[in-house]
């Protein structure tokens, strides 16, 4: 099977009558350069994703259309699989991450490129989930490694949901649109309850989403189907007890 005929239904029928469950692959790609250090931005992005395990491990056993699958790439001086096995999200638990180093987001591009092969995702996989979470800019050579990322059969548009999620002030928007491919796929992040919120919805709503078959997504402006809507930005969210990054 060629890279152009990746099937991408939620389930096959076997020869003797059963539908086969397909696999949702999530995956986190976590800055933990240095800079996220200041301001307690590691420690809450840490929090937020053992926060919302419960509610995602619900969501996935009530979900009627795949088995979701949890990895995670953390970057800083050059990239490592933080959770490299795919994990079943109801087995799935977080080590907490520690800042320090640059920003290597090429070196994670190309450790989940070689991951997203046929031959590893499986026949039946769903258009994967990635989320990029970052405070800052790349310090390497990550256009290139996006560039030959998004000529693979997994790296083409709409063969994944792509997120980016900027936080704070100081995150380079335009590097997270550019590996989303659309500038509304990205979300500011400017306090620790924000970056909850939206680290939450990820989890539990767009990996429904992604499984549901609806996630075909034309990456133009404008076109295709529209993600689900993020939490809306609570007024206490902006309040003085809250630090804005």
Known sequence: ???????LHNADIDPLGA????????FWLADCSGSMAAQGKM??????????IPATKEAAANNPFADMM???????????????????????????LAPGGVTDLGAAIRLLSKELQPEKMGRRALPPVIVLLSD???????????????????????RTVRIGVAIGQDAN?????????????????????????????ASVTLSKYASSGASQIDPTPGSGPSLPPPPPIMEDDDNDDLELW
């Open 70 to 96: 949890v990895r995670s790439i953390a970057f800083s001086n050059g990239a490592r699989w933080h959770i490299e096995k795919e994990t079943p999200v109801d087995e799935f638990t977080w080590k907490d």
């Open 1 to 7: 099977m060629s890279e152009d005929e990746i099937p």
């Open 136 to 158: 800052g800019a790349p310090t390497d050579d990550w256009e290139t490694e996006l560039a030959a990322f998004n000529k693979t059969g997994w790296g083409r548009p709409g």
């Open 19 to 26: 539908v086969t469950r397909s696999k949702l692959h999530f």
């Open 173 to 201: 928007k335009d590097v997270l649109t550019t590996f989303t491919g659309n500038e509304e796929t990205v979300f500011e992040a400017n306090n620790a309850q924000r970056l909850a919120d939206l680290i939450k919805w």
């Open 43 to 52: 420690e809450a992005l840490n929090n937020a994703i053992q926060e919302c």
